[in-house]
């Protein structure tokens, strides 16, 4: 099944240890994107690729990077985890920015604890 | 101007019920709403989605109604069933600027067996 995959599901990292979250997506899409979303909270964009074309939203901090290496990967690195960046990072994909009404398409998560 | 406010944080509907949920935007530049169910640990999946052009969206037990000039959306999920307790995100999006989908705050929904 075509899906967007995300990888580890749950990951524990020390307090300013880097730690890479990992996506793939199978539905072949140009954009890829990354949310952070915390406890009863809605997601909150932090960037995402249109194709190789990377954007970063304004408020986003330094901490956090992103890779996309090909089409189907994007990396999401935080270079020294805070306890504040505690969270689910999700991970989703749509087909293309100039598609009106275009989905997006969620991964399941990755579940970042810092210790 | 780029918010959608969301109502109510928290709702329990008993089995059977009717669970409303609303939002309300003020960018009239947005010209798709899409509804996102939530289960815990889990990503946010597409449940119904409706463009500014038509009033209503039906998709089985759930319907989107739509309120151009009150600048206004709300989810109906006609008999409700335990299953559909999860938390649900109304959002927002301009077609020229898809990338950027503004999310309500949420709406967790509890279904009373």
């Known amino acids: 099944d075509a899906m967007v995959i995300q990888n580890p599901r749950y990951q524990v990292t020390q307090f300013g240890k880097p730690v890479t979250l990992s996506c793939s997506q199978t539905?072949?899409?140009?954009?890829m994107y990354w949310y952070q979303q915390k406890s009863s909270q809605a997601p909150k964009l932090l960037f995402h690729?249109?194709?190789?074309?990377?954007?970063n939203e304004a408020d986003t901090p330094d901490n956090f990077q992103s890779r996309r290496p090909n089409t189907s990967f994007c990396f999401l690195d935080i270079r020294s985890p805070g306890l504040g960046d505690a969270a689910m990072y999700l991970c989703a994909t749509s087909r293309d920015l100039a598609l009106r009404a275009d989905t997006q398409y969620f991964g399941p998560g990755t579940r970042l604890t810092v210790l | 101007q780029q918010q959608v406010k969301q109502s109510p944080q928290s709702l329990i509907v008993q089995k059977g019920g009717i669970s409303i949920i609303n939002c309300a935007y003020e960018n009239t530049a947005f010209d798709y709403f899409p509804w996102y169910q939530q289960f815990p640990g889990k990503g946010p999946a597409l449940l119904i989605a409706i463009r500014p052009d038509v009033s209503e969206k039906k998709e089985g037990r759930f319907t989107i109604s739509f309120n151009k000039s009150a600048k206004q959306f709300s989810l109906h999920i006609m008999d409700s069933q335990p299953g559909d307790s999860a938390t649900y995100f109304c959002?927002?999006?301009?077609?020229?600027?898809?990338?950027?989908?503004?999310f309500g705050s949420g709406t967790r929904l509890s279904i009373r067996p």
């Open positions: 539905l072949n899409h140009n954009v």
């Open positions: 959002a927002a999006s301009k077609g020229s600027s898809a990338s950027k989908i503004i």
């Open positions: 690729y249109y194709d190789k074309d990377f954007n």
